[in-house]
């Protein structure tokens, strides 16, 4: 079984931040500001990106992915607030990950602000639950509402009036995403980089790492190769034989820090899922599988 090249990520010639040296607080554009929360690590890259969402003048703004409930991040979202001259008027989560959600209710609970999400438990009693395809009208301007499961099951987008979105972790700045297992799904994930694809985004603000504005559409299209890559890797060596999860991750992510072996691990039985859905695998003795 051919194995297929690995995919060139366009990334490596823009010239982003180093990891360890984005800004705490960054206006984006216009509409949005960027608010680094200190919660960096292998899975967080550069920690959670939080954004104030609004039309200058407006004097309000939507928090999007208000990440951990850290007492340092609420005062420099305060001060980016401030500087805007904006209440908070809405509170925005992609899903419920605590990187992202944590303080979506204390926090909505402080500025007296809705919070929003996919589903009534990151939500809250008296929140909005986001049905896919919805127009939202706040803080002067417009947000849409684009369904992207796959990480996770709950996971939204938000496309801008400037036609950015904000993409949480369907996208990272950096490297590529999780499919989370058994939550995640990669038949999902896959028709969720299409749809955000579809969209032509003039930029993508994601959950963790830089902002991509040079080429977003070159970036989907390396996701997309890249998770066939994986594939293409995981079914190559099970042409040598049964194997394990744990096995194929040490095969099949062995240029990867061996930290994150326990997300590749997630991504590598969400995509065996997939595979055995199609009736390309099956199950072996014990925890094994091999090609059908």
């Known amino acids: 079984m051919r194995d297929v090249d690995a995919p060139a990520d366009p990334r490596t010639a823009w010239g982003q931040p180093a990891p360890g040296a984005l800004p705490r ?29 609004g039309a200058p003048g407006s004097g309000q703004a939507v928090l999007v992915d208000p990440g951990p ?15 805007r001259d904006a209440r908070c008027v809405a509170v ?24 929003a999400a996919a589903g009534a438990s990151v939500a809250g009693p008296g929140g909005r639950v986001l049905e896919p ?13 684009v369904a992207t ?5 709950d996971h939204l987008a938000f496309r801008l009036e400037s036609g950015a979105v904000l993409v949480g972790d369907h996208v990272l700045g950096r490297g590529t995403s ?15 980089l299409r749809r955000v694809q579809d969209l032509g985004p003039s930029a993508l603000y994601c959950g963790h790492g830089p902002e991509l504005t040079e080429d977003p559409g070159a970036v989907l299209a390396f996701y997309l190769a890249h998770r066939a890559y994986r594939e293409s890797q995981l079914l190559a060596a099970l042409a040598g034989g049964p194997r394990s999860v744990d096995e194929l ?10 930290e994150v072996w326990p997300a ?6 969400a995509t065996l899922v997939k595979l055995r859905t199609e009736g390309r695998v099956v199950p072996d003795a014990g925890d094994r599988v091999r090609l059908a």
């Open 264 to 269: 590749a691990a997630q991504s590598t039985r």
């Open 149 to 153: 499961p796959g990480h996770t099951a």
């Open 178 to 192: 999780v499919v989370t297992h058994p939550e995640g799904d990669v038949v999902a994930y896959l028709e969720s």
């Open 133 to 145: 395809g919805e127009r939202l009208r706040l803080a002067g301007t417009t947000v849409d509402v």
């Open 249 to 258: 991750v040490t095969v099949v992510y062995a240029e990867v820090p061996r």
């Open 25 to 53: 607080t960054a206006d984006l554009e216009p509409l949005v500001t960027r608010v680094l929360a200190p919660n960096p690590s292998p899975m967080t890259l550069d920690g959670t990106n939080t954004y104030l969402v």
């Open 92 to 115: 925005l989560v992609t899903h419920h990950h605590g990187d992202h959600a944590e303080a979506a209710l204390p926090w909505g609970a402080r500025f007296g602000a809705q919070v």
């Open 69 to 83: 409930d850290d007492a340092a991040h609420l005062a420099a979202v305060e001060a980016a607030l401030a500087a």
